[in-house]
């Protein structure tokens, strides 16, 4: 995917037609392009006119902060399943699962 992102189908990046098809990202880089992508379209033609741009972003992200976070979700899951009745659930594992999404979100959204 990585040689294909720079070409173009009907106007659109190859990574923003991959992900229109609903299938997952392959890597955060293809996310920071996808970012990138929906970006430039915003700049030069307004966010109405960038739904496609949009999608990949918002699937690309999602599935990097899914990856990048799989740890403190499993955590928390197992926590959840136990009723919080494991002597390693407590509010720190919230905040840490929490805090572990905003900032893989926000540092693959203010790239770009």
Do not use: W
């Not at 659109?12 to 990138?36: E, H, P």
């Not at 307004?46 to 799989?70: D, M, N, W």
């Not at 509010?91 to 840490?96: G, L, P, S, V």
């Amino acid at each position: 995917l990585a040689q294909e992102q720079h070409n173009s189908v009907s106007g659109i990046s190859k990574c923003s037609a991959f992900l229109y098809q609903g299938r997952a990202m392959a890597s955060v880089v293809d996310t920071k392009v996808a970012v990138k992508t929906f970006k430039q379209c915003v700049k030069d033609k307004g966010g109405e006119a960038c739904q496609v741009e949009r999608k990949a972003v918002v699937i690309g992200v999602a599935g990097a902060v899914k990856g990048e976070c799989a740890p403190f979700v499993d955590d928390f899951f197992g926590c959840f399943v136990h009723r919080y009745h494991l002597s390693t659930c407590n509010d720190a594992t919230i905040a840490k699962m929490v805090k572990c999404q905003e900032q893989s979100a926000g540092h693959l959204l203010t790239l770009g």
